[in-house]
């Protein structure tokens, strides 16, 4: 029964996560100029292939199930990449909005994994936005 409910594995959760990690000590994506500039180099090159063949590059972000549910208070993995989207003038789209404004939750219980509604929540926004740029 313990474990059967969310909410009891999302309290047990949260509280594991303040004893290993202290309640004051705020969770940090620390990327080195040596990572950002070869994610720059990596994402400036796949534009070019992408371009060559006569399509668009377009990024599309995967929300983590830690900024979803609000499991620390890691910042968004995304905040940085975008940036560099912005400077290589390549599109993106973050699916955070959709996941957190959905219920029931979209990841498995003991997984960073999308369950069934995850996928579909993705799928939906995806080709919904592909639809609304590609429809004159």
Partial sequence: FFFKSHFIHDIN???S????SGKNKKLQHHYSPEEIAITSHILEE??????????K?????????REIEKLDNSPPYQN???ELCEELNIEYYDLAPE?????PRAYY???IHWNARGHQIASDSISQYLVEKLTP
């Fill in 13 to 15: 959760f949260r509280i």
């Fill in 17 to 20: 996560l303040l004893q290993s």
């Fill in 46 to 55: 796949f534009k070019k292939e992408v371009e060559v063949s006569g399509a």
């Fill in 57 to 65: 590059l377009m990024v599309f972000f995967i929300p983590s199930k």
């Fill in 80 to 82: 940085e990449i975008v």
């Fill in 99 to 103: 996941f957190q404004s959905t219920w």
């Fill in 109 to 111: 219980r003991y997984s």
